[in-house]
C-alpha cells in the first residue's frame, strides 16, 4: 500500500527567508503524481503545486518550487521569500497514475509558522 | 475556484439522528469524493464516485453511505451519528484536464454531541 510521511510537525521561517518543508513516500508504481496542498486558518485545501512522476524536471509555481527525487521517494517543497501569507499547515499527496479511481493520500501535514 | 459548495458549512448535531451532507458542483466533473479530516490524520477518504448512482468505498467507510443521482450532487449520509464522527469533512472533484488533480469544497464542521 502506498504512504505519505512528513516527519516535521511543525516548521518556522522568518519573513522573507526560505524554507524546505519534506516529505517522503512509498509506492511501488512507476506513473503517479504528487501533490502539495496548502490549508490556511480559514480550513479550504488549495492546490499549492503539482508534479507528475514521469517528468524530471522538477515543477515550479512562483515562489514555491519542489525538489522531486524518484529512486529516493522524497518530495520536498521549498518556499522562498517567505510571506505572513504562507503560515498554514501544508500537506503532501500521492495519486496513482495507473487507477482510474483517484484515491488521494495525504501525509499527517506541516504547520509553518512565519514570523515577522 | 472549481465550482464546488457543501452544506451545511458547520452542524451540531446528537448521537444517534440521522445526517447528510450535500457536496454541489457546477463544471460536470465526473469523479466525486467525501473525505474526513482529524488532527494527526490528515485527509482519509470515506467514499467516492465515479459517475452517477456509481459509487465505492474509500478507506473510512464504516458509518457512512452516499448516493449520487445527479451528476452535479453527491451526498453524505451518516445514518445514526456517534461522537467519533466528529471531524470536518470535505468533498473533492477529481480534473481530468490537469492530471488527476483534486479540488477542494470549503469544508463542513461536524460536531456530534
Known amino acids: 500500500a502506498q504512504t505519505v510521511t512528513q516527519s516535521q510537525p511543525e516548521m518556522s521561517v522568518q519573513e522573507a527567508e526560505t524554507v524546505t518543508l519534506s516529505c517522503t513516500y512509498d509506492t511501488s508504481e512507476s506513473d503517479y503524481y504528487l501533490f502539495w496542498y496548502k490549508q490556511p486558518p480559514s480550513r479550504q485545501m488549495i492546490l499549492v503545486i503539482r508534479q507528475e512522476a514521469y517528468k524530471q524536471q522538477n515543477a515550479t509555481e512562483n515562489r514555491f518550487s519542489v525538489n522531486f527525487q524518484k529512486a529516493a521517494k522524497s518530495f520536498s517543497l521549498k518556499i522562498s521569500d517567505s510571506q505572513l501569507g504562507d503560515a498554514a499547515m501544508y500537506f503532501c499527496?500521492?495519486?496513482?497514475?495507473?487507477?482510474?479511481?483517484?484515491?488521494?493520500?495525504f501525509g499527517q501535514g506541516t504547520t509553518l509558522q512565519v514570523k515577522p | 475556484d472549481a465550482g464546488i459548495t457543501q452544506s451545511p458549512r458547520h452542524k451540531v448535531t446528537e448521537t444517534g439522528t440521522p445526517v447528510t451532507l450535500r457536496c454541489h458542483q457546477t463544471e460536470n466533473h465526473r469523479y466525486m469524493y467525501w473525505y474526513r479530516q482529524d488532527p494527526g490524520h490528515g485527509l482519509r477518504l470515506i467514499h467516492y464516485?465515479?459517475?452517477?448512482?456509481?459509487?465505492d468505498k474509500g478507506e473510512v467507510s464504516d458509518g457512512y453511505s452516499v448516493s449520487r443521482s445527479k451528476t452535479e450532487d453527491f451526498l453524505l449520509t451518516l445514518e445514526s451519528a456517534t461522537s467519533s464522527q466528529t471531524s470536518v469533512y470535505f468533498c473533492a472533484i477529481n480534473s481530468d484536464r490537469e492530471g488527476d488533480t483534486q479540488y477542494f469544497g470549503p469544508g463542513t464542521r461536524l460536531t456530534v454531541l
Open positions: 499527496a500521492y495519486i496513482t497514475g495507473s487507477s482510474n479511481t483517484g484515491k488521494l493520500i
Open positions: 464516485s465515479y459517475g452517477v448512482k456509481d459509487t
